[in-house]
């Protein structure tokens, strides 16, 4: 096996720490290229994936940080099911309602905008990943949420206020990392909810009404996502699950987007202004990522093991 595909799993190999790489790094390398084929010159695409992979749970672990990688697919459900239940209350309600031409320019019959398209690929989502299928179909919603707002500016067709987009394309980053497993009783919950969300936003869905009108809701969809993370970190903490509080960080942005809409003292509008808009989203933007290696840094200051903590758990 050439001297150069050994350097290329070497330079692979600093994605872990060094105290990890002195220790294991010749064994893990070695094994690399035992699985190499005859003749290849560069790693495969699975092996680089396997390393970052690897090397960004043992920095977690030397953190006393496992519990965060835990916790993304309990996230990223909570994420798909927020975002598929505003999904159904938008498509239930503002794009059933005839709206017509003098009013809303160029109105996408059947529906009332090209949002429409990324609302029902929403609620496709959380179906698909009952199948396994999640990460891909989270993957084309996201892509088709974002999409909204080019094909609405070249079509001239309307679309709905960045207040409803902006937290969608939130919740969706972090639902990309869905679990790829057939089952999941959470799935299949905000599922149902979903479901549920579309019958009564289809049943009782006012004659008249705008995106802007129903801003209120993205706000109460940030409580109860809030409350339900405060209540399954309640509910891990008393398991001693290693998950604890790691979701909070995770949808941390997601929760701060969706009460961006809240207006400030004084305004005349319902719902913020362009610049105090900007400026609520910027902040919450830097604070869900700062807070992530602000967290990782602290917890390594405050839990030094000097005998290096658990080898299976990192704590």
Excluded at 35 to 51: C, S, Y
Excluded at 183 to 206: D, F, I, K, N
């Amino acid at each position: 096996m050439s001297d150069e595909l050994r350097d290329r799993y070497r330079t692979l190999l600093r994605c872990y720490p060094s105290a990890y790489r002195a220790e294991r790094g010749d064994e893990i390398i070695d094994t690399y290229l035992d699985l190499a084929k005859p003749g290849q010159d560069r790693p495969r695409a699975a092996d680089v994936i396997d390393l970052v992979r690897g090397g960004a749970r043992q920095h977690l672990r030397a953190r006393h940080a496992l519990g965060l990688a835990d916790s993304v697919p309990f996230a990223a459900q909570l994420a798909l099911m927020t975002a598929a239940t505003l999904a159904a209350l938008w498509l239930g309600t503002v794009e059933l309602i005839t709206i017509p031409d003098r009013v809303m320019e160029h109105p996408l019959v059947p529906f009332g905008t090209f949002a429409a398209v990324a609302w029902i690929a929403w609620l496709l989502a959380p179906l698909a990943a009952l199948f396994g299928l999640g990460r891909p179909a989270v993957a084309l919603a996201l892509l088709t949420t974002v999409a909204v707002v080019p094909m609405a500016a070249l079509g001239e067709y309307a679309r709905p206020t960045l207040f409803v987009l902006v937290p969608q394309v939130a919740l969706g980053l972090v639902a990309l990392r869905v679990p790829t497993r057939r089952w999941s009783p959470l799935t299949a919950a905000g599922l149902a909810l979903a479901g549920v969300t579309a019958w009564l936003a289809v049943a009782y869905r006012p004659t008249t009404t705008d995106y802007y009108a129903l801003l209120s809701v993205t706000q109460i969809a940030g409580v109860v996502l809030a409350l339900v993370i405060a209540a399954s970190g309640v509910v891990f903490g008393v398991r001693r699950d290693s998950r604890r509080w790691w979701p909070a960080l995770i949808l941390l942005g997601p929760v701060l987007l969706l009460g961006m809409t809240l207006p400030p003292s004084g305004n005349s509008l319902p719902w913020p202004t362009w610049g105090v808009a900007v400026v609520s989203a910027g902040v919450a933007v830097v604070t869900a990522v700062a807070a992530l290696p602000a967290t990782l840094w602290l917890r390594s200051q405050l839990w030094r093991d000097p005998h290096g903590g658990c080898p299976t758990c990192g704590r």
